[in-house]
């Protein structure tokens, strides 16, 4: 047979590719991180506790928390230029860590200054806590955490053990020294921060729980629940003192968020394609607002509420029910809206993606983290 000559090889090269190097595993391994990008979901965001909206902290489906610097994805995003508007910068974060085996579902901070701990929870059971200045420190997978809460185990028969609960969301209170978890096995619990030992447990869902606050003003905390009802505990006697929402299989709808405002005389609660705003020391709903996509989460601005669900917008609504704005955000479905109290809104949803807007609804910037 008549071999090719050098210049047709190169000819060939060229139209094909050079395929004698071809490595099939790198190949392999660079379809699947490209998938994971694409499908990962951003579940929680919560800005750092400074004067300037600066530091914020995502908590992914993978499992990661990163922490981003506003000024540096600002300049970043001013750099990229949109060419198509499904392009989105990736961003390498200021630190990163491998927080849990599984997603992490919620990240709160701990306290008001430099000293505070970032709190995450997620699917593997488990509250972790790392000094926030060790973690905003840390360019590396590299800070351990000085904090380790395991979700207990429930003996079946035989002393057969359940699987371990996930976490599905936290809250604090500094002043008792205690840290609050919704978890998968339809209960709550009040963790001691010192001693790392359950304090309390709030038994009375019949179903897992998506959501909890913590109203400190009353020694209360509030949950939500797959059950379609929220619960209002004392936490002197763990008992629950009043119950929101419909308890009958055929009408409920799930609790998936629920926020106080700053007066914690004010709740609201999103169940399925609705928002159910409670006055708390009349014990009654005064308002239902509807959306057109189920609500998957909701916060107080002063007066205000603000919304995010199955849906690209951010809304914001009075307490009227009057709906104020909407504003189109990148995430095809949105899971998570905080606030800093400059008025700085970051969403963060599918794809990765997090938006982050102005308190006069201009977008700073919008942007994926990229994987550790």
């Not at 599905?168 to 339809?186: E, H, K, L, M, R």
Request: hydrophobic letters at 35%; charged letters at 20%.
């Amino acid at each position: 047979p008549c071999s090719s000559s050098p210049t047709t090889k190169n000819h060939l090269k060229k139209m094909y590719g050079d395929a004698t190097n071809w490595n099939e595993d790198e190949y392999r391994e660079s379809i699947l991180k490209e998938r994971e990008i694409q499908t990962r979901t951003v579940f929680r965001t919560a800005w750092a506790p400074t004067p300037n909206p600066d530091a914020f902290v995502v908590a992914s489906s993978d499992g990661t928390l990163a922490f981003h610097s506003m000024s540096s994805l600002v300049s970043q995003s001013a750099a990229f230029g949109y060419s198509k508007g499904e392009d989105f910068m990736v961003a390498a974060p200021e630190g990163v860590v491998r927080a849990h085996e599984g997603p992490a579902y919620d990240v709160k901070f701990y306290g008001e200054d430099e000293d505070a701990l970032l709190l995450s929870c997620g699917d593997d059971g488990r509250v972790r806590g790392w000094k926030w200045r060790d973690f905003a420190d840390s360019t590396e997978n590299l800070v351990k955490p000085l904090l380790e809460l395991t979700n207990p185990q429930h003996k079946g028969p035989w002393g057969a053990l359940s699987p371990m609960p996930e976490i599905n969301a936290i809250s604090a209170d500094p002043q008792s020294a205690s840290v609050f978890t919704a978890a998968g096995d339809s209960c709550a619990y009040c963790w001691d921060v010192e001693s790392g030992k359950i304090k309390m447990t709030f038994k009375g869902h019949s179903d897992y729980l998506h959501c909890l606050v913590s109203r400190n003003s009353a020694s209360q905390i509030l949950t939500g629940s797959e059950d379609g009802t929220a619960r209002i505990w004392d936490c002197k006697t763990g008992k629950c003192i009043k119950v929101i929402g419909s308890q009958e299989k055929k009408s409920r709808f799930r609790i998936s968020s629920i926020a106080l405002d700053e007066s914690e005389s004010w709740l609201a609660c999103g169940q399925g394609k609705n928002i159910a705003v409670w006055n708390l020391p009349a014990s009654e709903c005064v308002l239902t607002i509807s959306s057109h996509a189920h609500v998957q989460d909701v916060m107080f601005d002063e007066k205000q509420i603000l919304s995010v669900g199955a849906e690209p917008l951010l809304r914001r609504f009075d307490l009227n029910g009057a709906l104020l704005s909407q504003i189109h955000c990148a995430p095809s479905s949105a899971f998570s809206v905080s606030l800093h109290p400059a008025g700085v809104v970051a969403v963060g949803g599918y794809g990765g993606l997090v938006d982050v807007i102005s308190q006069f609804g201009s977008h700073l910037c919008t942007f994926r983290s990229s994987l550790l």
